[in-house]
């Protein structure tokens, strides 16, 4: 066995400790560095593969554990919340469990693909080599298992169905335009034997016999190349329309995935997957699964006509097939796990521009243009190098295979001799033969360079169709529940939800009645924003439900749900394009004066009309060209326009100045009558009016009830207003206050609980 390299660096404080663990003749084959305890907190563990146990050392007093390897072990992997687990199995119960941040899970990846062969070998299980193994990336390249399967492909059938009528007449003139490519070489043995041999020999011909057998083979061109056209362009619009309904599907099918799923995911990875990989599929589709299948069928037809003409003769044409078979077979895997590599490099280097140039201002604002650039040539350096693996075992194949077609050819040349020579074939023959062989050898060459074009669309099949088997974590019920005239109340009942190994809400209850404002304060991390989106439903509660009007909300289809609500977030989201379009982005149809009055209740509509084109001026992408507080106005339209019976304010007046904040209070004060509201505000004075405060703590409801009532406790929320009252008084006076607590609710649940 090949000696891997580990698969993180020996930086551990306990590398030293792992080499008194090992037994005599026992050897490390990788390492993993963890980087949470049992509890979940922060602390350093490390794992290692030897030949003969799984050896770990667990912090925080829990020392050093062995497991010795046996056949019938597993070392699995999955992740939740943002955390991710690897568990050991043997046949009948769980042997032990660590867990760590995703940042780990790219190496976690490889070090259970390791485990596993060790796993198989310990088995009998014969395991190959791989060239390439222990030079991963430390890219996270998202989903990672066992290599794509060609099998995978048939899966896009479920794509093709609509289409079968055209695939069929496709396929039908495929087969004439093949058949009809055969029959030139046919018309070579009389044009050979009865016309040109005899003429040399001084015998007179019959024009008329060499103008029909010239007349056949301008035939047979003639209809070869109206059905090859005619087949090409239907397959061709048909391939581009599996294509664009995969890419549709894909995207309607990730729109519809809960948050949970893209905290886990990198945009440029996911760009990559709906762009670049349905594009390859299309590809593949309209020029080589064509081209496949004409190979199939003309070394078919040809097979036939070799065998028809001389058995022993075709028999000699066929000697290279068992050596390109066996070369076929032999790059297949190394092929398939090179383009799956390149898939996951190319992602990452999507991801990098996915990241920079969005970001852009704070890029260059903290001058770290060099820092970005190094980034990119990192992933580009990456992606250099395992298309330089893959094309060195490329390289060799494509020569081999031609070299293998010529030697086969110079065998049919020598048999044909010796044939011609015992009088048992003609010349005319012959010469049918080297032009079909011709053919023949062609189509193989053709099929064999098929398969790099095959493995690629195979892994990109494979990351489209990871995408499609995710199940969203928020699910539609079967028989949704009916959801009209709402009201807008809330109940609470023994809420619990948590977010990886993390409880972030503990039991709790509360109960909002319709109209009612209702504020949310707390330290940063004590779960008002996870509260928020647990009433979006962005995540499902762990136990316990959410009722909306009576109504459980996992009864409630979630498009029908979430049409009335109405939320405005801390960082405020712009698309590309006009005023009125972004404000009219919950209620396409509204007319222009229900967009002006969203905008009038929001307080934008002053500056708005300041804008060269009013609403119809463009903002830039994520509204770039306007201030944070003129985004966080239009923001606040957008949610007004659908006229919701919940309104959800996270942190809505962050992002404005003073006089802005009076405004939009101002605008909220006339709001909120009948209207279910619930706020998150960064200054506890804009909750004053609030009907009822909801101060939280570590998940849980620690006071209840009005600010006078709230403040006369002298409780948590005295303690927090008193604070924040300092801090304003000290930077009123020009004072530092940097040692003073601020209260700065975070709007991600993933942030609080970090």
Sequence with gaps: MQDHPPVVEA??????????????????????????????????????????????YEPGGGGWAAFPLSAGQSLRLSDHGGLAFMELFDTQRRLARWRFTLACNPLAVRFVGLFDREVQRLAGHGVRDDEDDGEESGFDFGEAGAPPSTWVLLRLWRFARPYQGQLLLGFTLMLGATGATLVSPYLTMPLMDKVLIPFQNGQRIDPGYVGLLLAGLLGAALFSWALGWAKTYLLSLVSERIAADLRTATFEHLLGLSLEYFGNKRTGDLMSRIGSETDRISVFLSLHALDFITDVLMLAMTTIILFSIHPGLALATLVPLPFIAWLIHLVRDKLRTGFEKIDRVWGEITNVLAD?????????????????????REANAKNLQVNDRLNKTWSLFTPSVALLTEMGLLVVWGVGIWLISHQSITVGTLTAFLAYIGRFYGRLDSMSR??????????????????????????????????ENVTGAISMQGLDFRYGSRSVIRNLNLDIR????????????????????LICRFYDVTEGAIKVDGVDLRRIKVSDYRRHIGLVLQEPFLFFGTIAENIAYGKPDATRDEIVAAARAAHAHEFILRLPHGYDSLVGERGQGLSGGERQRISIARALLIDPAILILDEATSAVDTETEKEIQRALDNLVKGRTTIAIAHRLSTLRKADRLVVMDRGEIVELGPHDELIAKQGHYWRLWEAQARRVDAEADGEDSSGLMVVAPNPSAHTENA
Excluded at 453 to 482: C, E, M
């Design 11 to 56: 930086t551990h404080p306990q590398t030293a400790a792992l080499r008194s663990q090992l037994l005599a003749g026992e050897n490390v084959l990788a390492t993993l560095e963890v980087d949470l305890d049992a509890t979940g907190r922060f602390a350093q563990g490390l794992i290692a593969l030897t030949n003969s146990r799984l050896l770990a």
């Design 356 to 376: 920079t140039i969005p970001g852009i201002r704070v890029v260059k604002a903290f001058a770290q243009e060099k820092r970005e650039a190094a980034r990119f």
């Design 514 to 533: 319709p109209g009612e404002m209702v504020g949310l304060v707390g330290h940063s991390g004590s779960g008002k924003s996870t509260l928020v989106n």
């Design 450 to 483: 098929i398969v790099s074009v095959t493995q690629k669309a195979a892994a990109g099949a494979k990351r489209i169709f990871d995408i499609l088997d995710h199940v969203s974590n928020v699910p539609d019920p079967v028989n949704p529940q009916p959801f």
